[in-house]
């Protein structure tokens, strides 16, 4: 394990270090792992391997783990023998630029099933994703929460569809984040109904992905059913509480993106 913020000739050194402690089994287990910065003159063959396999560990650390036990969260049925993987990208741009990033940085060519459509799918998904990424960079701006929350909501209901399309149901990671940019917008213009319902999506989404024990969804369980909204600024609170009830289909949908509304909040 080593700090992210050592660099050059001293995380050189200090992985010397570490790896002089176990034993001689570990060691060759370790000089074992794929290296894919064997032509690069700037790493030691030991630091190439760190770098090509460390996964992110405690805050601010990542290291290598030659056994590990892994809890995986599944949406669907795992069949016998199926490879399980994970994505090596913080979102998915277009075709052209995943595989870009991944031969720069992994050195191999994905064919994963999103970068194995057909060529006509492809595009389409392509389209998808840029615009989907493009909205999400929207909502990095803190003054359109405030200036502009209905097209904040719009955008992500748009996103949500678009995810939807790409294959990722409400209740997944991938929308939750999205749900938690809804709770935000509703929050901070003080609309507690639509904040509770967003919140609980979201956190229903962080489920899945975390599983119910994860301190970090254990945390956020706090959020829905109370945002933290003074009842002297909340709106229609009551009149969400019925819609809540009923929590399904087209009407309640358009009420929690307030669709038909023009304006501010």
Known sequence: MLPDDEAGDSAERLLAEKLSSPSNKKRKAYFR????????????????????????????????????????????????????????????????????????????TCTCELCSLPLSSRRLSDRRWNRIIALDRQMADPFRLLASPISCLRGLREMLRLLKEEGYEEDTAVAARTYYDAFQVATINGDQARAEVSAQRAYAGRVVRYGEDDATVIEDEGLWGQPGIPPDIRQDAEVGAERCADSKGREFEDWLWKEGTDGLF
Do not use: C, W
């Open 33 to 108: 792992l794929h290296n894919i910065h064997k032509s690069s003159f700037s790493f030691s063959p030991a630091f190439g391997i760190f770098k090509t396999n460390a996964l992110p560990l405690e805050d601010g650390y990542s290291g290598i783990l030659l056994t590990a036990n892994i809890a995986v969260h599944a949406l669907r049925d795992i069949k016998e023998g199926e490879e399980i993987t994970i994505s090596y990208m913080a979102n998915t741009p277009s075709y052209a630029e995943r595989q870009a990033h991944l031969n720069t940085g992994f050195a191999f």
